[in-house]
Every structure is written in C-alpha cells, then in structure tokens.
C-alpha cells in the first residue's frame, strides 16, 4: 500500500536513477534549483524512452511541458545519484500530470517534490492531439488507485 505523502517514497510506484553532475552545483555547493526541473525532465522523458513511447526526433506527436512545480525540502549535491520517484496523478484526453519526488540513495524522505504537466500536441501544428493508446498503455504503471 502506497502513502497518500508524496514525500514518502512509497508513494511512488517507479523510479529512474538520475545522476547529479559537476556543473548543478552552484556557489553554495548544492544543486542550483534551476536543475531540479531538469532532473524531472530527465526522469520523465527517460521512462517514455525506455518504453519506446517517445521518440523526440521523428515522432509524429510528443508532449509539451506547460506547467511545473517544485517544493524544495533538503540540499542536493554532486556527487551523488538521485532516485526520481514517479507517480500520474491525473490522466486525460491529450494532457498528464506527473508527481516525481527526488530522493537521496536508499533514504525515505524526498529531498524535492513536484509536479510536471504535458499536453501531447501534433509536430506540425502543435495543436493539442489524444494520448496515443501505445503511450497510455506505458503511463497506465503509473497511475495509483484512486488516480484518474
């Protein structure tokens, strides 16, 4: 049974290692903030990939980020590789949002939590299109119970 915390690792259901690297370190000595988003990017894009459900340069449709959120709870630094729990809180038509939280190896508690929504749009005209069924299928390991 997963937490209803996402600042829980249970509360995710899959997760993708994503190491840290010398340049996210910023003048205070812990990953600037501006890269958390990148991690999030990263295990996202990285699970659709895996699956073969992305294919970012010939596909004829690909999601587009149009909203993030990030709550900042513990410092991150290089080097260490961060686990990147990843949950869909909601499934629509032509639109996801994914819940990632960031994790230190082996530790409970997130370091990062937040969200990231994509709306899947046509190449050519980047009009809003349906979440293909091939695509849905690789978001379907995702979704929790209770999750739409």
């Not at 600037?32 to 596909?59: I, K, Q």
Request: glycine fraction near 6%; charge should be negative.
């Amino acid at each position: 049974m997963s937490s209803s915390d996402p600042k829980d690792r249970s509360y995710y259901p899959h997760f993708r290692a994503v190491p840290t690297r010398w340049m996210d370190n910023d003048v205070y000595g812990h990953v600037n903030n501006v890269v958390y988003y990148s991690y999030f990017d990263t295990a996202v894009n990285g699970h659709l990939m895996e699956y073969g459900v992305l294919d970012y340069a010939a596909g004829d449709i690909f999601g587009i980020v149009v909203e993030t959120k990030c709550q900042f709870l513990k410092e991150l630094a290089f080097p260490e590789v961060i686990e990147a729990g990843l949950r869909i809180a909601k499934l629509g038509n032509s639109s996801v949002t994914y819940e990632i939280g960031l994790f230190r190896k082996d530790q409970p508690d997130a370091a990062a939590v937040g969200h990231f929504i994509h709306v899947y749009v046509d190449r050519e005209n980047r009009r809003p299109v349906r979440i293909p069924d091939p695509v849905r299928a690789v978001m379907a390991s995702l979704v929790v119970s209770g999750v739409s």
